[in-house]
């Protein structure tokens, strides 16, 4: 994570203002100190345009899927 955010030029506390994780809180993540939820999982994904299977070390692909097509009535 650490890397990607880097390579985006991201400061930890702008992933906070970013994915609403506290600074602290994504600090203790990226150091191994404390585990990600599902949500802050896909909040950091969506953010650093990757897998949630890429920060879980499930794959080494970090391109993101493509995106789910919807209809009309998903939506609703």
């Given amino acids: 994570m650490k890397v990607l955010r880097k390579e985006r030029g991201y ?12 600074q602290s809180d994504y600090s203790k993540i990226e150091s191994g100190k404390r ?20 920060l879980a070390g499930l794959t080494d692909e970090q391109q993101p899927y493509p995106p789910k097509s919807r209809t009309v009535t998903e939506h609703l």
């Avoid at 400061?11 to 506290?22: A, E, F, N, Y």
């Avoid at 969506?46 to 890429?54: A, G, P």
């Fill in 11 to 22: 400061s930890q506390v702008k992933m906070q203002m970013l994915t609403g994780i506290d």
């Fill in 35 to 54: 585990n990600m939820t599902f949500e802050q999982c896909r909040r950091v994904a969506l953010t650093l345009e990757t897998s949630m299977d890429y």
